[in-house]
């Protein structure tokens, strides 16, 4: 942490701070610069330091030198951490496909689903069963009997499942059915649950938020981690901007950067990235160029009557095509797609 | 909701949307301009239907005519919605100022703060026992114990207190404490937690989340009111953008703009929404110059020593004076400052 | 300027920072810390040592420390610059009031306005000759035809003429009628006008970007002082956010921020911030109570057929009632409304 | 165009609405809905009747139906426009590569480039003569000097040249060194210079502003294309958003909408989009994906000893090995890299 003193900062106010850091074990390297002196800290500093130093006289502002994260840090573990799944893994060099609708409206729906993407390549089945909705009076999901009809889809097709969990409460009820547990973006900095999500026992697929900057998401990683479950999967989902033409704007910069800054998987997310299924298949491109692990994409039998997320679904038919293309890009790029799972999932 | 239709669509494509339309007991107005053709949808639309819609071949884009939200708008409840808590008024013409530190840290930081807000003239004394921080190795809080000291504070100023409420879990315990249970901005959009206060006999403030249109804010309160707590209390507190000069960005247009659209009272947080104890004042004044109809401040004994925001608290003295000055320039607007709470309030 | 090494630098590497600042005759101190080691560069940095750095191998990130901006600088000149236009002064305490059409469309429509802003107390008389616009197909402006009913206003009037100048070569021509050359938000950074503004002998009115954070908008400001005009006036009228309920997201704490960081005037345009004629008069306010030395306003004879932004222009009546209110409120706060203008303005 | 009438409206005002379109040579189709009433306005709208009519006396809100531009959106010319630079067509489905410095500083610098692109199998050359820069204290290219030198490099290598135009008075003199103009994020709202190049005959590329929608990016061409120069190529190179890890945000999903909505090229920046050289492969990489009609890269001989964006430059090699991927990458993708040019190009 540097402390950047003002320009007609005083002795005493020098002093004061110095002082200070020496009052709470710490120590300062004062360096005179023709513009400005500043104060190196140097010591095991505490990030609420900032805030008290910040409101000391003398000083003009504090810039931070060290990562705030630590367990999910590339500093901490230099190696790609891969996450097994069934018999996919994520994190590995393969692209791994997640694939099912935005919510499990029936078992019809969902086992068409299943069978279609199972058939096309996919890896892994998504399908709502709690949904956050804007709205209080929009379809939230089929609760427990969506779960159950995951369950039913894994046992037929061998695709691991992965879904959303949206309350502490929850939690332990998810985690009996799904493969991988989803927090949503709206959960990003919902810290009590991600603080239980971190305690079970199952890998995690975390969302980046609206407005989560790459190190915000990170610094949520690290909550999940610090309660012991390592296996965190990030998902880049688009941020909000000025930009209204796409539902979101996707900042696919964020898979390279995070690859580079953590040791986590990355996915993406270009279904709701976008919100137009006529972006998706190029944004899903993109992404695996861009170097993501995975995709996650939905799918329904039915765009046009889905109860969620219609226009940014893909028909089954314009999924074959795009992993069609996935398969020529991916090895192209060296990441081909992942070999497919074969038999039941381990629940 | 209009349908707008692409310029080349065929009539084949335009009767399977009023099909589509009448299937699901609803009809269609066409109007066909000079340059677009455009289907009015008439009937009782639900939310969901613009998704389907904007897959079916022919159809360009949808718009939404009405507003998504009902028990909070304006059009539903013409009169502002006045909350009583303890002896004063929110919402009812005058200003109303919850002051008091960040984080409880203490008893005696605590009472030290409530007598000093108190005798300056604020009529609800803030302070977090749950606190939200982006990084798992800050200070949380004390938790129930920081309720136990909020409420000795209460029987002693008899100011009534607002306070953070994190998850589904701790909604009874929190509610046996505050007069009004405060969500935070990280969980606008946690919607268990939002349906759950919406159970409780108490008042809500509703803090704006980062990334929240003050439309996406005032389906947030929706959800509360949906279950029966129409006390809902708005609280403007920046949203994310590019400028970094300043913590959040306050966008105060969005008090009248929301006082506009719906019949709630509106607050403001400028310690938060600037993160810089300097542009708190202005900004508390600017809020009020802006129809706000209650301001929620920091203030703490000792900036330089807080264990959370210190950088944007005010000290005792600067408090005093920002209230002064809210005296004056409230009577200039037309909302004086309510007047003193009298005797303990009622919990 | 700080170096923040690689948390795996070498000695090689820090060698090689070393020697490379020795090169361009700088020093650097070094910060051996627990987590990171820095290097403090001494010396007259130049803002490209930052990139040129930032690729040398061992180096993690660079900080700034100093201000990119001199002229402007509070540090610079503590006091604050008085503009003197007509009669008024602009950053003397009092707030100056500037209004009128968004664009000249006829002699009748702008005498009319002006004396009805003139007798509703306003000090300057704003009005567009060149209008920039977002498509090439709408009302762009009088051009010099709309300049010249300018000046028969000011001639009427007394009042002193603020009006937009948006290309190089017409800055002459603008100068010879304007009191005011305002230069609009989408030229913010061109830097070549800037400059050519910089070389008149009239002070200049500098929108802030859509884009601009307050650094920005204070170095495009040193642009034209660096070309020796040292009275450039700072228009806040919002930025650019994810928020599209207004037109922009005014960022009122700009105002305290820009006047804590440099000698300038700062006014505040809600009429353009906020895009809405109703959310005018509480913005307007709120500038003021924010530190705003004065206020741009739209007004026109017939809002609803305004040839450009009707919907944010105040009739005559509300413009009267909003300047009642500005009165009271300039007063409580401590910055009057400047006292009116006597007799024809020096052009 | 519609108009959403207020939830309260009286039969009166709707009729002055309906007379006011009459009286304007336009007329209304009344739909009264359950919820709402709305008037689509038939015949040839102009812009500002949304500003006029929303100021009306019972309107809610206006709702625009046309796309403002016409000569760039796809139902105006349904084929993709190609543009033919020196041996190369842009646009024409192959990946059309444009790699150089940021700024030209000295021939040894531009000429040692300019051979190792070529060599590479770049087909266009890139160096700013002329740069625009947010601080007036830094460097801001040869100018007319750096336009000879590029033109040298032009003439020893054949590859054709492209360069930025920052002001009307310079546009002759640019064009008559460059292949292609290029105009700066800086100035995509600069109007003046655009309508300047839309007069020139040569093609203009067109950077999307920080603040731009890609509506705004298409209306800034339909500028350029009005004044009789359709030869626009479109270039993505991110916007402003919350998040400060990178430069800018790339909104890679514009690409793909851009080319939907519009008949252009597009082709993309990921050096200026990202800031950083080690997030420049894998965003060319995503940009290919997305589909982009070609790549501008910032190639420097000595990055850490730029005079401008170092820290985005890629190295000979690294740009080497980046050709060998986007190599593999295209053809999988089924848009090879453009054949190399041949030969000196054409001025």
Redesign the interface.
Known sequence: M?V?MR??YTEEELSGILERLEEIGLSG?T??????T?V?????????L???????PGVDDI?P??K??KLASR?FKPHNTEIRVGDVVIGGGQTVVMAGPCAVESEEQLMATARAVKAAGAHVLRGGAFK????????RGLEEKGLQILKAAREETGLPVVTEV????DVDLVARYADILQIGA??V?????L?EVGRVGKPVLLKR???S????WL?SA??IM?KGNRDVILCERG????????RN?????????AK?LCHLPVVSDPSH??G????VE??A???????ADGLMLEVHPN???????????LTFENFRLLMERAK??G???GRPLASEAKGPARA
Chains 1, 2, 3, 4 share one sequence.
Do not use: C
């Open positions: 540097m950047i320009k007609d390297h360096i005179v610069g023709m513009e400005r500043v190196g800290v140097v010591g095991q500093v505490y990030p609420e900032a805030d008290d130093l910040e409101t000391m810039v030198i060290s705030p994260y500093e956050p909705r804007t709205s209080p009076y929009t379809f949206m309350t502490v409460r709206r959960n900095q919902n810290f009590f649950l603080e938020g609206f407005a900057t790459v190190q915000d610094l690290e909550y610090s941020i909000r901007t000025f930009e209204t033409a796409t704007t996707m900042d696919l910069s964020a898979i390279p950067l580079r990235g976008t137009k299924w006529y972006l190029p944004m491109m993109a992404s695996m160029a861009a170097g765009p046009d009557r889905a109860l969620s997320d219609g226009a940014e679904s020529a890009v090895e192209a790029l």
